[in-house]
């Protein structure tokens, strides 16, 4: 899926420095408008490849609204104030947490991704990521929390070196 990032780079470039023209402009977005149309077979379907696109900003919504639902908060804190703009940030963290995923983190692993495999990074990053968000803004405001944590990593560490050891013959 090869992007027209020259494209886009050309089109910023020119109305960053004030000498845009509508030619240019408009070359760039022609451009984006043939790559965004052409062809892709899905299921026996010839669809264009922002369908695909518009399906990634779906299911990142979908993702987040399933994160926002299994939300562990209890009801103490779901009545004090703030807590709706404290929800409203996990929703919107949630869907660009699954934007990100599928547009920058899956193609870093692979240089073409399948257009399906976009669908199923969204969703995933959406739903997983906040909820890896928010378990991270706990764990940061919580020292008792850290420090268990820390004792559970060292210990992992420390089990997971004495099997390698067991595998390479060093203690018997």
Excluded: C
């Excluded at 240019?24 to 043939?34: C, D, K, L, R, Y």
């Excluded at 299911?59 to 709706?84: H, K, M, Q, V, Y």
Aim: net charge positive.
């Amino acid at each position: 899926m090869p992007q027209n990032f020259a494209a886009a780079k050309t089109t910023v470039a020119l109305i960053a420095g004030s000498s845009a023209s509508m030619v240019g402009a408009a070359t760039s977005a022609i451009g984006i408008s043939e790559q965004l149309n052409k062809q892709h077979d899905f299921l026996y379907l010839t669809l264009p490849i922002w369908v695909f696109f518009i399906g990634v900003f779906v299911l990142s919504a979908i993702g987040a609204i399933i994160a926002f639902f299994t939300d562990t908060l209890n009801s103490d804190t779901a009545r004090t104030p703030g807590s709706a703009k404290r929800r409203f940030g996990n929703l919107l963290i949630g869907f660009l947490s699954g934007i990100i995923g599928a547009f920058v983190i899956l193609p870093s692993f692979t240089s073409n991704p399948p257009l399906p495999m976009l669908w199923i990074t969204a969703l995933v990053m959406s739903f997983s990521g906040s909820v890896l968000i928010h378990n991270a803004s706990e764990l940061k405001r919580d020292d008792e929390l850290q420090v268990a944590v820390r004792k559970l990593i060292k210990r992992w560490l420390i089990s997971v070196f004495e099997k390698i050891e067991l595998l390479i013959g060093g203690k018997k």
